[in-house]
């Protein structure tokens, strides 16, 4: 898996040679508390969304790509759309297709 990074204006290509199952558990952890939180409250305050997605921001620089970047990096470096193509790919392997049909990575 790989991710591309904008930082101080250039592209950073990082590559991980595997996806730990650590990367799927964790986000289904998020998920489960996420889904408590509704239960309760029927909304989640601001700061508890903060924190849940510093925790799935962490899935990617932590687990998956062993700290090759930091958070601010990549919260500064990707859009919201690609952090969540990359977040997928991760945790349930999914790849986004191009207009044509291809998988991108390949």
Request: aromatic share 6%.
């Given at each position: 898996?790989?991710?591309?990074?904008?930082?101080?204006?250039?592209?950073?290509?990082?590559?991980?040679?595997?996806?730990?199952?650590?990367?799927?558990?964790?986000?289904?952890?998020?998920?489960?508390?996420?889904?408590?939180?509704?239960?309760?409250?029927?909304?989640?305050?601001?700061?508890?969304?903060?924190?849940?997605?510093?925790?799935?921001?962490?899935?990617l620089v932590d687990i998956v790509f062993d700290n090759q970047f930091t958070a601010d990096?990549?919260?500064?470096?990707?859009?919201?759309?690609?952090?969540?193509?990359?977040?997928?790919?991760?945790?349930?392997?999914?790849?986004?297709?191009?207009?044509?049909?291809?998988?991108?990575?390949?």
């Open positions: 898996m790989q991710i591309e990074i904008t930082i101080d204006d250039e592209k950073k290509i990082f590559v991980t040679s595997e996806v730990t199952m650590k990367a799927r558990r964790k986000f289904l952890e998020i998920q489960a508390e996420e889904e408590e939180v509704l239960k309760e409250k029927n909304t989640i305050p601001a700061k508890k969304q903060i924190e849940l997605e510093n925790e799935m921001i962490n899935i990096q990549l919260i500064d470096g990707v859009s919201d759309e690609y952090f969540d193509e990359k977040l997928a790919e991760a945790v349930f392997g999914v790849k986004k297709e191009d207009d044509k049909g291809n998988t991108e990575g390949k």
